[in-house]
């Protein structure tokens, strides 16, 4: 198992263009978190899929949308980029078991840079 | 909202000298705190949660909910230690995490 990927791995953008993200979760995981990573920052919760739908979302605006397939995979669209979107988007896969935390494996991120 | 504070930002400490970083949290409720390591190269992972109350790679971490802390600790650091630690919070039944910003630890041979 590969666990958590994430494709492209560094994107170059300009400022007005759309972007999109992809996540593939680990084997036997239901559920897609997103993160925006800014430099020097901790990462910072977009927003969760499960079962296609977004189940909670953080503090980001309505360009920030996202997508979940039957197969679990996810995706993540920013429209309009601005320079601060500049950041590592980090995807996270758990199991919804229904009770507690669901421990939350990491992909390696990508990082998209606006001009 | 709940927030997530590291102070420091860099911590250089000696082979075999002891390692504390500092994570304090606001959150009125119940929370669950973690702390997640990336090392060099590699993706974040979490290193150890405040329920299981386990010691992983020799850290532990004891939450006080009076200071609201969960301080990460280990006696004797080595240099595969090296890595940036984050300090985590989530609320009770929600499985969104806050982080912190982050403590880059440097083991010095």
């Known amino acids: 198992d590969a666990g958590v990927t994430q494709s492209p791995t560094h994107l170059i953008k300009t400022r007005g263009q759309q972007v999109t993200l992809r996540c593939s979760p680990k084997?036997?995981?239901?559920?897609v978190s997103w993160y925006q990573q800014a430099l020097g920052q901790g990462p910072q919760f977009i927003f969760q899929y499960y079962e296609e739908e977004e189940r909670q979302r953080g503090n980001f605006p309505d360009r920030f949308s996202g997508h979940q397939f039957p197969n679990y995979s996810s995706e993540l669209n920013v429209n309009a980029l601005l320079l601060g979107d500049s950041a590592l988007y980090l995807c996270a896969s758990s199991l919804n078991t229904g009770q507690g935390f669901y421990e939350q494996y990491f992909g390696p991120g990508t990082r998209l840079t606006v001009t | 909202a709940q927030r997530v504070t590291q102070p420091e930002k860099l911590l250089s400490v000696f082979k075999g000298a002891p390692v504390e970083l500092k994570c304090n949290y606001s959150y009125s409720g119940s929370p669950e705190l973690f702390w997640y390591v990336q090392y060099s190269r590699q993706r974040l992972q979490l290193l150890l949660r405040?329920?299981s109350r386990e010691s992983i790679k020799g850290f532990t971490a004891d939450l006080n909910k009076g200071e609201t802390s969960f301080h990460l600790k280990k006696p004797f650091a080595q240099e595969e230690d090296s890595a940036m630690y984050y300090c985590a919070l989530s609320r009770e039944g929600n499985n969104r995490l806050a982080f912190g910003k982050g403590n880059q630890v440097v083991v010095i041979p």
């Open positions: 084997s036997g995981h239901d559920t």
């Open positions: 405040h329920i």
